[in-house]
């Protein structure tokens, strides 16, 4: 369970209602990226004010993504890495104050952020309100009862 113990860890942070730390959100942004983008996208859409933060316009400076190869229509899109660097950043910013947006509470953004990131990598029913980390028959499975 090594390094899923992070995981857990902010897991519980957020179903506790505790603050994130930006290492949390670069930790989640790392642990599944794809998950990021759609986390953020759905963000912009209950939370329209947050889009300058949560989707950023690349800047000239950035090479625009040519492929090197025939995409088929059924593979995913690949996660941009520069996106989420520069959303990573935007809150940083917020959070330092350094990034002037009045109606965007950094806190609110990245409870939103966490929460719907974790119900989008480990969705759950309503009959049984736990997530468990297996990785083989002799460890034990961690239960957190919501």
Do not use: W
Not at 66 to 78: A, N, S
Not at 102 to 111: C, F, N, R
Request: some cysteine.
């Amino acid at each position: 369970m090594g390094k899923d113990t992070r995981l857990v860890n902010i897991y519980i942070k957020i179903h506790n209602k505790r603050t994130l730390t930006m290492e949390d959100l670069k930790y989640l942004s790392k642990y599944d990226p794809e998950c990021f983008e759609k986390t953020c996208k759905n963000i912009v859409y209950k939370m329209p004010e947050a889009k300058e933060v949560l989707q950023p316009k690349k800047s000239q400076e950035q090479k625009p993504f040519v492929p090197l190869r025939p995409i088929p229509i059924m593979e995913k899109p690949v996660p941009d890495k520069q996106k989420i660097e520069a959303v990573l950043a935007n809150l940083g910013k917020l959070e330092k104050e350094e990034l002037p947006i009045p109606e965007v509470d950094t806190e609110t953004v990245k409870e939103l952020l966490g929460s719907l990131y974790m119900e989008m990598l480990f969705p759950h029913n309503d009959r049984e309100k736990f997530f468990s980390v297996e990785e083989s028959e002799n460890l034990s499975i961690f239960n957190k009862k919501v």
